[in-house]
């Protein structure tokens, strides 16, 4: 990997969360994970202790599909600039593992994963028959 200079004249971010990764320059691995668990209720009751094992829920013990490389890849970069010239970025939010990155990286591995659940008193669906 060819290393190079990254410059960013002005960076706006409003937030970055929940493994959200802003890099600059360059690096050899980026590799941000995430497990999420969102209950979304009809009163806002809450104990605090809500599912603190999250062991239960599949989505988060299986494994990723992660596609099979069939092809060779030929590839070929050439750099005629050792830098790389950003004049401004802006960015309302980068989260669940996304990532900002100006510059150059061997390996990007992200993954997300996100469980909601939503409980009602009563039937959302009720009388829309």
């Not at 360059?26 to 202790?49: H, V």
């Not at 970025?89 to 992200?110: D, E, F, K, N, P």
Request: net charge negative; no cysteine.
């Amino acid at each position: 990997m060819h290393s190079r200079s990254s410059l960013v004249n002005w960076m706006n971010i409003l937030s970055v969360d929940s493994s959200g990764t802003v890099q600059i320059g360059d690096s050899n691995q980026i590799t941000p994970e995430t497990k999420i668990f969102a209950i979304q209720r009809e009163q806002p009751i809450f104990k605090g202790n809500e599912y603190e094992d999250l062991s239960s829920f599949s989505i988060y013990s299986q494994p990723l599909p992660i596609p099979l490389l069939t092809e060779a890849i030929n590839h070929v970069t050439v750099h005629e600039n050792p830098v790389i010239k950003v004049n401004s970025i802006q960015v309302l939010g980068v989260a669940a593992s996304g990532v900002i990155h100006v510059g150059s990286t061997r390996t990007i591995q992200a993954e997300s994963r996100v469980k909601n659940i939503r409980q009602f008193f009563t039937d959302p669906n009720e009388g829309n028959e």
